[in-house]
């Protein structure tokens, strides 16, 4: 019996990953016996601090480990809030504190509870993609705009101006990735108060704080500048839980309730181990910020050794883990060139056309999260097959 015509993929469900070709291609060399090391990755090559590790058991012994309030445990709420504080010198109420699924599930809850179908969301570019497409399948629409090297990749109040049609919201990332790129703290606020003004929901991604290397580019939170903007943040990335599924986000007063009421509708809690965990991993600092000064090490080699080999045209990442390399001068498509990468030098990056639809293909995305050892044998891989 043939199948019936209804059971495709929703068009809801098409969704492009030219990063997801390339691990496919990545495992097929794997299968014949040849390593690739990966600089595509995302996430720390670490694992959770050992407080949380040893929370979880524990709290598995004493209790059911059942569900908590949508808007997720109290203490956590609690801790979170009381770590702006300490971090920012921001007060924020813990009833402002949800709780959720990465930073991922924040963004959707962002979405869901402040924009309706068709509204548009400005997404400067290059983006994280994972929201491009996500946020598109919840009914918004995505208005990517390019922003410029000489501008870190990060936009101005003159590149929202210049959006035809306008926009109902705008997400920032500092740093962001893939370009590990910051705005100070006066461009922050400068953009918070701008979008308060327009009546712009500002969305500011805050997922890579705690990894950042310079003073002089110091973090700062939105949340610091507009009662409006609403943060969102992650144990994924400085506090080295990516599987873990935590995050959370501080909302403006009248956005309490109605995300509350639409986490408990979609997945009753945020998961309960992971909250656990993710309470002590704050106190963890000493042990998490030597993956910080691991990463800051790492960086410190790709821009001391990438230049000579020919990859020279970036702007310096002061956080997060990734540098964002222009090598149009290399190749003409970036997807090509990290496929000749992966089968000559047996290093894997990702392309830039993920991250960005138009000039993404004259770009390529390193992760320098790994080891120092792994990052120094890519960089020799490289070396080889460049001379
Ligand atoms: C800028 C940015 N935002 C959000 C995410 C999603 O993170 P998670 O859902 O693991 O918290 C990522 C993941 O890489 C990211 O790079």
Redesign the pocket.
Known sequence: MSRHPNFHPSRRGAVPSIAEKLHQHAMEIEATGQDIISLQV??PSTGAPLGSLEAVLAAGESSTLGYTGAAGNEDLRERIARQYDELYGVYVDPENVIISF????A?ILAVLSCFDVGQRIGIPAPF?Y??HYALETLGVECVLFETSMENGFQPTIADIEAIEGGIDGLIV?SP??PTGSMLSPEELKNLALYCEKAGIRFIS?E??HGIVFDDETPQSTACAFSKEAIVVN?F?KYYSM?GW?L?WMVVPDYLREPITDLAHNLYLCPPTPAQVGALHAIDCREELDQHVVRYRRNRDLILARLPQLGFDRFTTPHGAFYLYCHVEHLSKDSVAFCMEMMDKAHVLVAPGSDFCPKAGKHFIRLSYAGSTESIEAAIDRIARWRS
């Open positions: 995302g996430q990465g930073a991922s599930g963004m994280y994972g929201y990332a962001g990735n991604d997922i890579y992650s994924s990516a599924r995050g």
